[in-house]
């Protein structure tokens, strides 16, 4: 049984920073992501790593530059470092895991946390 459990959601304003945690509880994983959905939209990526190939990592374009992907060393833990937060960065964010490598779509990945919320306020 895996489970993963995210914590760091929170109020903040804009230019602010959080950081979300994502426990993953069971199986190592080999992708595992970071989604965040606002109602009425589909869920998107927000940033994502390989944790068996060398910690490769990907960003939605809207993030890059903003937000870091990473892991601990045991690879259990993944985290996002969210800085220069606007209001539209507001949305609940899903930390997402998968056994198999190279996994980027939400449709694909197996495992999901509960969400955590993020608000920014401007």
């Known amino acids: 049984q895996v489970q993963l459990v995210e914590s760091g959601g929170g109020s903040v304003q804009a230019g602010g920073s959080l950081r979300l945690s994502c426990g993953v509880f069971?199986?190592?994983?080999?992708?595992m992501a970071w989604f965040r959905q606002t109602p009425g939209k589909e869920r998107e990526g927000v940033a994502g790593i390989f944790t068996r190939a060398g910690s490769s990592t990907w960003y939605a374009d809207a993030v890059k530059g903003r937000f870091t992907i990473s892991q601990n060393n045991a690879k259990n833990t993944l985290f996002l470092q969210m800085n220069s937060l606007t209001a539209e960065d507001t949305a609940m964010y899903y930390c997402?895991?998968?056994?198999?490598?190279?996994?980027?779509?939400?449709?694909?990945?197996?495992?999901w946390g509960q969400g955590t919320q993020v608000t920014v306020s401007s």
């Open positions: 069971g199986n190592s994983m080999s992708s």
């Open positions: 997402a895991a998968d056994p198999r490598n190279g996994i980027t779509n939400a449709q694909k990945f197996i495992y």
